[in-house]
């Protein structure tokens, strides 16, 4: 009997492969997912949820405030104000 092939997504071969990528083309790619698409990616690993050295943000914060800022009007900016514990994740949704 042969073994089931696992559904799972395999582990990527070397944990640098991903710290090779531009971080403008990993932003341009989490700007495709919605709210909670980005949430889960911030949580699935530490490069994406945790600011990196010299930054404010992590990538998927930084994502949702890109959209944020492109997609909401002056008087959703102004009545919809962000608040100190906030992530801009949980604003843009």
């Known amino acids: 009997m042969q073994p089931r092939d696992s ?4 582990p990527l071969p070397d944990p640098t492969l991903l710290e090779a990528l531009d971080s403008d083309l990993l932003l341009r ?6 709210a909670d698409g980005l949430a ?4 699935s690993s530490a490069a994406f949820g945790t600011p990196q050295a010299g930054q ?3 990538l998927a914060n930084e994502a ?4 944020f800022r492109r ?3 002056d008087e959703e ?4 104000p962000k ?3 906030e992530s801009d994740i949980g604003l843009y949704r």
């Open 7 to 10: 559904k799972r997504a395999r």
């Open 29 to 34: 790619c989490a700007s495709y997912l919605d």
């Open 40 to 43: 889960r990616l911030g949580r």
């Open 56 to 58: 404010q943000r992590s």
């Open 64 to 67: 949702a405030h890109q959209l």
């Open 71 to 73: 997609s909401a009007t």
């Open 77 to 80: 900016r102004r009545c919809l």
């Open 83 to 85: 608040h100190e514990d």
